[in-house]
């Protein structure tokens, strides 16, 4: 492949917003390297998407300790990649990690204590081949230890230079209130929470997005397209082979594509035809329609898929007829 130059024009179309009450902007559209970049996954392709992405002003990547598969290899794809195309550009990235589900055997490699946070990230950081990563998340509440420590320890990762602002993921709204609560003390407040949102998961909306503009921490919503559901993959109503549902390991599985939801995903296509958009860019306008929502995190499986979600920022604002109509088509229907 050539060497690396990014596009002179990247910083013109992207919108940026702002995370919360930081001083952090984010790109309307993010990157996430969920699937597609483990080491089962094709390099030259992760490359072309990561490169599409960034040279269209995507500038945030989000990775996770136990994306591949196996575990760690995206993040030591995406650290191949820093290497051969990004370490110019650094200073342009907001590159995130996080630690909270299964990493290694024994009590120290899951969930929420200090010993595991700290030394997940150590190892998410030699992966990555970087000094730091801009936001390290708690991935997922742990009952068991207690708030005061978890947060401590996202505390004490920025103090020691390892990541610049952190943040949460997966808390219900009264937990995220008190974590925020605490990290505001230690002086290092949360800059952003990752929930599920998308027209089949609107859990969201009942508490934690009001949660979040109380505390003044942004949001950043993952699988905004239900992992492929509400794009045209899915639309002829069989399961193409190179698609997400056809993989043998994952969450979205093929019986989740009940008829019932083909039909209703054509009829949202129908909605998206008449504003102009596909469908794809639908729910991601969709989900960008809260201006709390400081960015929509996709997963792309092909560079055709990036450039398709970066249109969606040209969209025009919904009308309370269409908003209507949504909400209609999707009401009943659950995401995988
Ligand atoms: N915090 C958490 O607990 C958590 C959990 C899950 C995800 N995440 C983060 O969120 C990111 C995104 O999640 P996700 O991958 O589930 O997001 P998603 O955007 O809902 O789904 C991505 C999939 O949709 C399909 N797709 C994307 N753009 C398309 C387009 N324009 N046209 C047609 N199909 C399109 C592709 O499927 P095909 O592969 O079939 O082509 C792609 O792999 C992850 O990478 C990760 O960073 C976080």
Sequence with gaps: MEPYLARTQRYTEMPYRRS?????????ISLGLWHNFG????????????????????????????YGPPAGSAEETFGALIKADLRPY???????????YTMWPGPYGDWGSRKYLVASLDQSLHRLGLDYVDIFYHHRPDPE??????????????????????????????TLRRAAGILRELGTPC???????????????????????DE???????????????????????????????????????????PEKIDMVRQLNALAIERGQTLAQMALSWVLRHPEMSSVLIG???????LDAVSAVKAESFTALELQAIDQLVAGMDAA
């Design 145 to 174: 230890t207690p708030l005061e420590e978890t947060m401590a320890a996202l505390a004490h990762v920025v103090a020691a230079g390892k990541a610049l602002y952190v943040g949460l993921s997966n808390y219900p709204a009264d």
């Design 191 to 213: 800059v952003i929470h990752q929930p599920r949102y998308n027209m089949l998961d609107r859990r969201i909306e009942h508490g934690l997005l009001q949660a979040l503009q």
């Design 39 to 66: 080491g089962i996954d094709r390099f030259e392709i992760a490359r072309e998407v990561v490169r599409t992405a960034f040279d269209r002003g995507i500038t945030h990547f989000d990775l996770a300790n136990n």
């Design 90 to 100: 650094r200073d342009e990235l907001i590159i995130s990690t996080k630690a909270g």
């Design 300 to 306: 792309a499986s092909r560079p055709a898929q990036v």
């Design 20 to 28: 919360g009450r930081s001083g952090l902007k984010l790109p309307a």
């Design 216 to 258: 003044g921490v942004g949001c950043i919503a993952f699988s905004p397209l239900a992992q492929g559901i509400l794009t045209d993959r899915y639309l002829g109503g069989d399961i193409p082979a190179d698609s997400r549902a056809a993989r043998p390991a994952g969450f979205l599985r093929p019986e989740h594509l009940t």
